[in-house]
């Protein structure tokens, strides 16, 4: 898969577990965001990494915590989730200054339990 | 009130079919106007974007914007089965030279085209 590479595709944690998703971008993009798609809602902005620094944060709760390595990797942290955490977690990447330029990543499905 | 409204459907039109899809906005300081389209197991891939008012076309698809009413709107023209997906329209006031090119999605709608 090229583009924005997301893994695991499904994950189904408990909530005493800890697990990481995984995001690549193979797209020289210089921004990376995190966005939680929930049925009949709108997609949710969590986090926004631009030129490897953190420049949005949506009031997500602590048992999430994004870390960015580098330009071209994202990872979402999680820990001690909720049931109503579940969702499909979508990776996107960008060029910092263009709005029209996302490609987003096929999610992954989390379910807790 | 919410920044975009989308009507979610489902909507299910016969191969063939004009298909509206349409969204309202709050914010006037949008200028950039996208619409995606996302299948089942896969993330949104961007269909059209069309900068401050105006239409756009690409093949069976064209995107209208008419800013002083504040509405969106893509039509498809002899849908295909393989149009099935959710659309979602997105908006941005960005215009560079700001950290990040923000967007503001609308719910989506689920729409279906049958044989």
Same mark, same amino acid.
């Given at each position: 898969?090229?583009?924005?590479?997301?893994?695991?595709?499904?994950?189904?944690?408990?909530?005493?577990?800890?697990?990481?998703?995984?995001?690549?971008?193979?797209?020289?993009?210089?921004?990376?965001?995190?966005?939680?798609?929930?049925?009949?809602?709108?997609?949710?902005?969590?986090?926004?990494?631009?030129?490897?620094?953190?420049?949005?944060?949506?009031?997500?709760?602590?048992?999430?915590?994004?870390?960015?390595?580098?330009?071209?990797?994202?990872?979402?942290?999680?820990?001690?989730?909720?049931?109503?955490?579940?969702?499909?977690?979508?990776?996107?990447?960008?060029?910092?200054?263009?709005?029209?330029?996302?490609?987003?990543?096929?999610?992954?499905?989390?379910?807790?339990? | 009130?919410?920044?975009?409204?989308?009507?979610?459907?489902?909507?299910?039109?016969?191969?063939?079919?004009?298909?509206?899809?349409?969204?309202?906005?709050?914010?006037?300081? &949008?200028?950039? &106007?996208?619409?995606?389209?996302?299948?089942?197991?896969?993330?949104?891939?961007?269909?059209?974007?069309?900068?401050?008012?105006?239409?756009?076309?690409?093949?069976? &698809?064209?995107?209208?914007?008419?800013?002083?009413?504040?509405?969106?709107?893509? &039509?498809?023209?002899?849908?295909?089965?393989?149009?099935?997906?959710?659309?979602?329209?997105?908006?941005?006031?960005?215009?560079?030279?700001?950290?990040?090119?923000?967007?503001?999605?609308?719910?989506?709608?689920?729409?279906?085209?049958?044989?």
């Amino acid at each position: 898969e090229t583009g924005v590479t997301q893994t695991p595709r499904h994950l189904v944690m408990g909530m005493t577990n800890k697990k990481s998703l995984k995001c690549e971008q193979h797209l020289g993009h210089n921004a990376m965001y995190w966005y939680k798609q929930s049925a009949k809602k709108p997609l949710e902005l969590m986090f926004v990494y631009s030129l490897e620094e953190r420049v949005e944060n949506n009031s997500v709760p602590s048992r999430f915590s994004p870390e960015c390595p580098n330009s071209s990797h994202l990872f979402l942290h999680l820990h001690t989730l909720q049931p109503e955490d579940s969702a499909l977690y979508l990776c996107a990447s960008s060029f910092r200054d263009s709005p029209m330029g996302y490609t987003f990543g096929s999610g992954t499905r989390l379910t807790v339990v | 009130q919410k920044e975009v409204e989308q009507d979610p459907g489902p909507l299910s039109v016969p191969e063939g079919a004009i298909v509206s899809l349409n969204c309202t906005y709050s914010n006037s300081a &949008f200028q950039y &106007f996208m619409w995606y389209r996302q299948y089942s197991r896969k993330g949104p891939e961007l269909l059209m974007y069309t900068y401050s008012s105006g239409n756009k076309e690409d093949g069976r &698809f064209t995107a209208q914007v008419d800013k002083s009413s504040k509405y969106i709107s893509l &039509f498809i023209r002899d849908s295909q089965p393989s149009d099935s997906a959710t659309y979602l329209c997105a908006m941005s006031s960005n215009a560079g030279g700001t950290s990040y090119g923000k967007l503001t999605f609308g719910q989506g709608t689920i729409l279906t085209v049958h044989p």
